[in-house]
Structures are given as C-alpha cells and as structure tokens.
C-alpha cells in the first residue's frame, strides 16, 4: 500500500527579518530583501494590490525579456545595488543578489523545509540535495549536523553555492558538491550502494545536465522518485524523509503526493503534500510552490 497522504497544508513561510512581501497583485509583488526593495512580475497575483505597482517606491524593477516563457530579463536599478549583499535567516547567512533569472538568489518560501528538515536530523545523518543552486537547503542542513551530498548540473550555480558556505562560516561541514545530472547521480550511488537519511529536490521544469541529459518534469519526476528507495537509508534511529518542491507548473499537490507516495510504497511513513505561501502584512498569501514531504519516524525502541 502507499503511504497514506494527509489532508492537504498551506505552508507559510515565517521567521525572516532579511525578506519581507510588502504588497502584491496586478500581476506584480514588491519585495524588501536587506535594505533594498525590488518589484518584479508575478503571474500568481491575479487581485488589486495596495497601491499601483507603477507606483511602488522601488531599488530596482525587473523588466522581463520579450519571450515570457523564457523566465529571462534584467533588472532597471533606480539606485546603485551590490552584486552580492548578505542576508541571513536565523543564524544562517548566505548572499542574495540580481538575477537575470528573475530571482534574488534564494527562494524565502522555501524556509519552511530548511526547518523542518532540520528538525528531523542529527550529527552524522546523510542528506542529499538535488538541483541544489543556491546551495542555502544543503546549508541548512550542514548546519543542524548532517553531511551533505549537493548536485547540481551547473558549474556556476555550485560556484555560488560554495560562496553562501563560505559566508554562513560553514567551510569546515562536510559538504560533498558534486556537478553532474541528477537521475544519472541518483542511478550511480545505488550502484555504490550509498545510503541517505534525507532528500531534498527542488526540479525545474526542463534542464540539462552537464553531459547534454535531458531532465524533463513531466517525462522524468516519476522515473527520480522511483530511484530513491535505492539510495534510502534502512528503518534506524534517525527519521528518513524526502521533501519535494515544484514552482510554475500546471501540476497538483494531489499529482505531486500521489507519485511520491506510489514510488516509495512499501517503505512505511506517511505523505503530507499541499502549497507553499508567503505572507504579506495583515496575512494576505501570495502562493509560490507546491510541496510533497514524506517521512518515516525513527524506529527507536
Ligand atoms: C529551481 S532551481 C533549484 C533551486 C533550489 N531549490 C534553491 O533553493 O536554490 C533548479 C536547479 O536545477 C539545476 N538543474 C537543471 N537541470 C538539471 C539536471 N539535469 N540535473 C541536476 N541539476 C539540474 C539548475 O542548474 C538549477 O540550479
């Protein structure tokens, strides 16, 4: 039987000082990240925002390229902003920057599963974080006392993501950042019969691993899953879990929870799956992902 799937939650990522939403809608959100505060385009919020984005008082607007498709487009700076500037959540620091990816070098909403991840591990635990960029979800994990394995297809997005280890003082955890594809990594650490305590992906839509591989979502999200209870650590005293995220696709929770739940049947545990939200002043969501997280609870007696 697959594992059962709960009622399905709204996470609302919470505990930042660095990121605020300030307000949303007209197809625009306007964000503080440090002291600097940034509009661009978000085809999520479909109602009236507070005050016309046109007229948001803003350090920089994002002004996408001709194709929308292509994500692409560059930032018109009212006033001089760094390349980098330090943020941090909690007692984690990493950078946030421009880029022409239309993001701001890390993903505030996905928070919540930087916590709850931290939550379930331990000194020595195993962790793998696949298409990790940022690197700030293997951070997290390092810091709560786990050794990490990060993939990621780009060379450059693991360049960066070894500066936010520099800057969070994390250069000493053991962080093994690998550049590869990551169903063909997932596939060759059965092989090696490497076991993990916890699995973090975060796919797009479409991507390229560094020997040409195609990584479509659609075609191959259920092939990934189906490979992970090869590389899953057996019941011990340590919670096991995968946390799944998917942004800008015309996919459900309910799509998402029952794949995960269908590959890793007969391995015990539960799904829960729902949305990602982050909160404007006065409580107002604005969503941003979906989410599938399953976890078997440590089997100490
Ligand atoms: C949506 S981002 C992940 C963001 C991440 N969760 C974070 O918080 O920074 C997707 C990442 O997948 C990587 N990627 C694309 N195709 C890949 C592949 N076939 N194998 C491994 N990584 C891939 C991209 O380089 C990109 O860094």
């Not at 661009?40 to 948001?56: F, I, S, Y």
């Not at 690197?135 to 993501?161: M, R, W």
Request: hydrophobic share 45%; net charge neutral.
């Amino acid at each position: 039987m697959p594992a059962p799937v709960s009622e399905p939650k709204i996470l609302v990522a919470d505990g930042w000082t660095d990121y605020a939403l300030l307000d949303s809608g007209d197809g625009w959100k306007l964000e503080r990240v440090g002291p600097y505060r940034f509009a661009r385009p978000e085809p999520q919020a479909l109602w009236r925002a507070q005050a016309p984005p046109d007229q948001w008082k803003v350090d920089a607007r994002f002004s996408p390229a001709s194709d929308e498709a292509e994500e692409m487009g560059r930032w018109r700076m009212e006033r001089p902003i760094p390349e980098n500037w330090p943020v941090a959540y909690g007692a984690l620091r990493f950078h946030a920057r421009c880029t022409p990816f239309r993001h701001l070098g890390f993903f505030p909403e996905q928070s919540v599963h930087w916590t709850w991840a931290a939550d379930r591990l331990s000194p020595g635990a195993q962790v793998l974080n696949l298409f990790g960029y940022t690197g700030v979800a293997s951070l997290a994990a390092a810091a709560a006392g786990a050794a990490v394995t990060h993939v990621d297809a780009s060379k450059k997005a693991i360049a960066f993501a070894r500066q936010n280890q520099e800057l969070a003082g994390l250069a000493d955890k053991p962080i093994r950042w690998i550049v590869d594809d990551a169903l063909a990594f997932v596939k060759r650490e059965a092989r090696r019969g490497k076991r993990y305590d916890g699995i973090i992906l975060d796919p797009p839509k479409f991507g390229r691993g560094p020997n040409g591989e195609t990584w479509k979502l659609e075609e191959h999200l259920a092939a990934l899953l189906e490979a992970l209870p090869n590389i899953l650590v057996e019941p011990n005293q340590r919670p096991t879990f995968v946390i799944a995220t998917l942004y800008a696709l015309r996919l459900s929770h309910v799509a998402l929870a029952r794949t995960l739940a269908a590959a890793l049947e007969g391995l015990g545990g539960a799904v829960e799956a729902g949305e990602m939200a982050l909160a404007e002043d006065g409580g107002r969501l604005l969503p941003t992902a979906l989410f599938a997280r399953w976890v078997r609870a440590s089997d100490a007696r």
